[in-house]
């Protein structure tokens, strides 16, 4: 029998006519799958691109996200501490205008040496007279009486004590009808200052039967002249902003803006006489 693995010759031929088909075969496949590559790739070479521009953005959407979340975080940290900071201010401005009042309290006290000073918070304003009558937090408990002289810190004239009951008391304040207080204007001039139902609705009350003769214009400062019994020297009570003629010619008025803002007060000092016994006790 004849053995073809023998034959060397025979062997190597078929061996090289092998390879050379094996090489033809690959070269074509090769050439098809780059033809059949070259053709796919049209359509799918946009579709990468899209999921490459997709897939940047998406994660550029993720970074944003977690940035605006963390802004926001740190927006609403930054609120909190500003809340923080406004509450904190509003308090140093309250101790801070409140170490003002006493200490403006502690030089009423230096001046008005023949009373004491008694701190009162304003409660009530009586309906239909705004500007009229207040309703304090003192009364006799405290030593109140009718008649004492209600003032600011800064030495502004409020009114007097009306009326006083155990608890509480009231105020009738400058701007009424019924309020009559002396003063006298910084030329020396003496004035009878009142309530004037014209104008204690504009917040003004009036100085009348001014003579001709005296010397009184816009821009007057009236104080308290200590006439009277019952107001000390030395209360500022306004200041004159108009001067106009009354009804006679020989006299005219003056009309005075209080030197308290008497629609916004919310703390009064009632000045308390100081009773001979307790004098005498401090002697």
């Given at each position: 029998?004849?053995?073809?693995f023998?034959?060397k010759?025979?062997v190597?031929?078929?061996?090289t006519v092998i390879?050379?088909?094996?090489i033809?075969?690959s070269s074509?496949?090769s050439e098809t799958?780059g033809?059949i590559g070259n053709?796919?790739s049209?359509?799918?070479?946009?579709?990468?691109?899209?999921?490459?521009?997709?897939?940047?953005?998406?994660?550029?959407f993720?970074?944003?996200?977690?940035?605006?979340k963390?802004?926001k975080?740190?927006?609403e940290?930054?609120k909190?501490?500003?809340?923080?900071?406004q509450s904190?201010?509003?308090?140093?401005t309250?101790l801070?205008?409140?170490?003002?009042?006493?200490?403006?309290?502690?030089?009423?006290k230096?001046r008005?040496?023949?009373y004491?000073?008694v701190?009162a918070?304003?409660?009530?304003?009586?309906p239909?007279?705004?500007?009229n009558?207040?309703?304090?937090d003192?009364?006799?408990?405290?030593g109140?009486?009718a008649?004492?002289p209600?003032?600011?810190s800064?030495r502004g004239?409020?009114?007097?004590?009306?009326?006083?009951h155990?608890?509480?008391?009231k105020?009738l304040?400058?701007?009424?009808?019924?309020?009559?207080?002396?003063?006298?204007?910084e030329?020396?001039?003496s004035?009878?200052?009142r309530?004037d139902?014209?104008?204690?609705?504009?917040?003004f009350?009036?100085?009348?039967?001014?003579?001709?003769?005296?010397?009184?214009?816009?821009g007057?400062l009236?104080?308290?002249?200590?006439?009277?019994?019952?107001?000390?020297k030395?209360?500022?009570?306004?200041?004159?902003?108009?001067v106009k003629?009354?009804?006679?010619?020989?006299?005219?008025?003056?009309?005075?803006?209080?030197?308290v803002d008497?629609?916004?007060?919310?703390?009064?000092f009632i000045l308390?006489k100081?009773?001979?016994?307790?004098g005498?006790?401090?002697?």
């Amino acid at each position: 029998m004849f053995n073809f693995f023998e034959n060397k010759s025979l062997v190597l031929i078929v061996v090289t006519v092998i390879l050379i088909l094996l090489i033809g075969i690959s070269s074509a496949f090769s050439e098809t799958m780059g033809q059949i590559g070259n053709i796919l790739s049209v359509p799918i070479t946009p579709v990468q691109k899209f999921c490459t521009f997709t897939g940047k953005n998406i994660e550029a959407f993720v970074l944003f996200f977690k940035d605006t979340k963390a802004i926001k975080e740190e927006n609403e940290a930054l609120k909190e501490s500003i809340k923080k900071l406004q509450s904190e201010n509003r308090e140093l401005t309250k101790l801070k205008e409140k170490n003002m009042e006493l200490k403006k309290a502690l030089r009423l006290k230096g001046r008005f040496d023949a009373y004491d000073l008694v701190g009162a918070n304003i409660t009530a304003m009586d309906p239909g007279n705004w500007f009229n009558i207040f309703t304090l937090d003192v009364g006799s408990r405290d030593g109140i009486k009718a008649d004492s002289p209600v003032i600011t810190s800064s030495r502004g004239l409020v009114g007097r004590i009306c009326s006083v009951h155990f608890s509480q008391s009231k105020v009738l304040s400058i701007l009424d009808e019924d309020s009559v207080v002396w003063g006298w204007s910084e030329k020396g001039w003496s004035l009878r200052i009142r309530g004037d139902l014209e104008y204690k609705d504009r917040g003004f009350c009036i100085a009348d039967m001014i003579p001709i003769e005296m010397d009184i214009a816009e821009g007057d400062l009236i104080e308290t002249s200590g006439y009277g019994g019952i107001y000390p020297k030395g209360i500022s009570i306004g200041k004159v902003i108009e001067v106009k003629n009354q009804d006679s010619d020989l006299y005219r008025f003056a009309v005075i803006e209080p030197s308290v803002d008497l629609e916004n007060l919310e703390e009064v000092f009632i000045l308390r006489k100081k009773s001979i016994e307790a004098g005498s006790e401090e002697k």
